[in-house]
């Protein structure tokens, strides 16, 4: 797999796709645009030809273009400033000290000393789920995120190798790309929902002649250019699903060759490629993460979430990662690994609690007996030595 860490045109590369990401967030923008001016002239002037209906579109978005670009700007500045704020609020993150989880905190920090890497944030989030993922769009916000699941579950070689996974994206620029991806993925779903709600909530309007006061005109009229709305929302349709392909497009732009990079880099920074397979065998389909969005579980080590046929995954299988990690970093694989249940684990934790608490109540609870503690007289030839 050779030095995948240091690969200086990945890293080029993925700062030259994070400039065509943003100008595709306001082309996709401004296809919504379009697409909700169509909807709206049909609504209001449903009675009218469609090259009509277009041309009156065609002037409401070049009216509404600077509020577009606006409100894009400021998405990206409130996503800039905020994203790591709004991820933890869905996934429940809290930033830990070395107090608090000394054994990871030792961990990253002692690998970023020795590599001279500077040291993201850590955060925990209290889960089950066996998870990690990185966050930041600069060297402030920079941070790893990891579950209590996987700090159970996971030996110190093991966490060293998923640390040194999430740093690996962190230095290769595969974080601040993951998330300008989640903001095109969360300005597509509020246009999106905006002109939903425009078809929903005109129904008093008709297409076929404007609002129901329109009823009134001539039957001719309504035959002249009532496909003209028709037409002009079946447009819309057509735009809207365009942008949400190119969506789509835009999160398969971002390459699954991604997570192979990361594992190779954790395995030049540990030089323990048997904790990286071992460590993902653990992993594997134990990382859904409860309430979280796509987005955030497209940055995390695995994605359980699969697309139709594997079509839409956004990482490789956990076997083909294992399969190069053996084959070019030498790497022995243990096959899938079985771990108990998180209720066993509790369960098995309690019983041994109290059958502690039993053994020590058996033993507190013990009397002492007079006649068995009490020594007994010693007797010699001639007699007691009492006596």
């Known amino acids: ?39 709206a002239e049909a ?19 070049f009216l509404a273009l600077p509020f577009a670009t606006a409100g ?29 989880q000394p054994r990871l905190y030792n961990l990253l920090e002692n690998m970023c000393i020795s590599r001279g890497i500077p ?14 993922f990185a966050a930041g769009l600069n060297q402030r916000q920079y941070s790893i995120t990891v579950t209590t699941g996987l700090i159970k579950r996971l030996n110190d070689a093991e966490m060293e ?11 290769n620029g595969d974080v601040r790309l993951m998330v300008i991806a989640m903001v095109i993925a969360g300005v597509i779903s509020f246009f999106g929902e905006m002109i939903f709600r425009m078809f929903t909530n005109n129904s008093g309007y008709r297409i076929s002649g404007g609002s129901s006061s329109s009823s009134s005109s001539s039957s001719a009229s309504d035959r002249k250019g009532g496909g003209g709305a028709v037409a002009a929302i079946l447009i819309a349709v057509v735009l809207i699903l365009i942008a949400w392909l190119l969506s789509q497009v835009v999160r398969m732009a971002l390459s699954r060759s991604r997570e192979y990079l990361a594992d190779a880099g954790s395995v030049e920074l540990t030089k323990n490629p048997d904790a990286m397979i071992s460590a993902l065998r653990k992993i594997e389909g134990r990382g859904e993460l409860p309430g979280a969005i796509s987005a955030v579980m497209e940055m995390c080590i695995d994605n359980p979430r699969e697309g139709f046929s594997d079509l ?22 243990p096959g899938p690994i079985a771990l108990p249940a998180p209720e066993d684990d509790e369960k098995e934790a309690k019983s041994n609690d109290d059958e502690g608490e039993r053994d020590s109540e058996s033993v507190g609870a013990r009397k002492p007996n007079p006649w068995e503690d009490q020594p007994q007289p010693r007797r010699g030839p001639w007699g007691s030595r009492g006596a």
């Open 1 to 39: 797999m050779g030095n995948a860490y240091g690969l200086y045109s990945h890293i080029r590369w993925n700062r030259i796709r994070s400039i065509f990401l943003l100008l595709g967030l306001f082309l996709l923008i401004y296809i919504l645009v379009y697409a909700g001016a169509l909807v």
């Open 43 to 61: 609504y209001l002037h449903g009675g009218d030809s469609l090259a009509l209906i277009m041309f009156r579109a065609r002037s409401d978005f």
């Open 72 to 100: 894009a700007i400021l998405w990206i500045v409130v996503a800039y400033f905020f994203h790591q704020n709004m991820i933890d609020a869905v996934t429940g993150g809290e930033l830990v000290s070395r107090a608090e």
């Open 119 to 132: 040291m993201p944030k850590l955060k925990v989030m209290d889960t089950s789920a066996l998870n990690a």
């Open 161 to 171: 190798a998923v640390l040194g996974h999430e740093l690996t994206h962190i230095r």
């Open 312 to 333: 839409f995954a956004t990482h490789p299988s956990v076997d083909s990662r294992v399969d190069k990690l053996v084959h070019f970093a030498g790497g022995h694989d």
